[in-house]
């Protein structure tokens, strides 16, 4: 399943930037809405290398939130240590 306009858009974006992790955000929803976890996951993993290129925390845990939920989705019973790390790296 492709999404020309968030592909088009990403193609058209700056490839470290903070308009290129919300792209990739609103592209991970729709794989998630859908049940394509392998893309999802790919976007996920975009998300938090940007996150790290960016510096930005809230980024980073905007990131860390739904790999949380796709691993309980996943595999709930692997879930609580990346729980307890995004709970503590939480913006405050």
Known sequence: ?????LHQALDLTE???ATVFDLLAGRMRVY???GRRDEQTADIQQ?????DILADPLRRFDAQSPQLDLDFVTNA???APLAAQ??????K
């Not at 399943?1 to 306009?5: A, D, E, R, S, Y």
């Not at 995004?86 to 913006?91: D, L, N």
Request: proline share 12%.
């Open 1 to 5: 399943m492709k999404h020309p306009l």
């Open 15 to 17: 490839p470290d930037s």
């Open 32 to 34: 998630e809405l859908v």
């Open 47 to 51: 998300m938090l290398k940007l996150a």
């Open 77 to 79: 019973l692997q879930v």
């Open 86 to 91: 995004v709970v503590e790296s939480a913006p």
